[in-house]
């Protein structure tokens, strides 16, 4: 056997680097948050959705991202960990496959027990997580429409799980799915701005590199602070989650003069990003909990 053998523990570890396992918490988290808060009970859909957005919906959205993205990360001296894999080409075609028959069994689940509601949106859902990387489409080449999606990624999963439920939809539900988005927007945006270099250079187009990476971050501190605002519009205690949105925006701050050829110094805030997200994810928790026991 050579050193460099696709042994099936290579290819595990491929693929689990593959999907970013640091990040699998934010598709699981929103759509379990979001079911058992309207059915209020634990069933197997809930168990069985929060798998599919944990770790298949990841290696999906990511695997397909680290297949077409091949030639930039090459250049990327980020990637490798928990910003991803720089995968072996003999790798491709196997994280493919692995992705689709990862989510295989989970999609006919979830549409046996879903209607044609929730059939259009996971549809919807899986259709960015594909063609945000892939061709013909690759929306992630296309500037704005980048962030957008790369936003729905997220978003998407809690909207899911609201209508699988069944949800009650009222316009304070619809604000906060607003917020959720705006987060989802800027958060893409700023990750963006570290990779101005790498995707220039492989002519790989993001709102970064056609805006450049100083409006690029400004954009990203305006979609924060409005994700913020927007959250004091919502139902009793969701107003309190506006302050989620300050550890982003000190986080973000410093690099508001950054210049394209700086622009990996970006990386710097985007690592303490990663550490933000539990923090963010335990204060929201704590309010989604406060909410389930005033609301019970």
Known sequence: MTPDALTPARVTRELVVSSRPVSWINTAYPFAAAYLLTTREIDATLVIGTLFFLVPYNLAMYGINDVFDYESDLRNPRKGGA?????????HRITLWAAALACAPFVVYLAIVGGPVSWAVLAASLFFVVFYSAPPLRLKEVPFADSVTSS??????AVYGLVLAGADWTWQLAVVILAFALWGVASHAFGAVQDVVADREAGIASIATARGARWTVWFALTCYA?????MLATAWPGPLAAVVAVPYLIAVWPYRAITDETAHEATRGWRRFLWINQLAGFLVTLLLIWYAIITA
């Open 83 to 91: 910003h991803g894999a720089v995968l072996d080409r003999r790798m």
């Open 226 to 230: 409005a994700a913020g605002v927007t």
């Open 152 to 157: 729905i990624h997220f978003f998407s999963p």
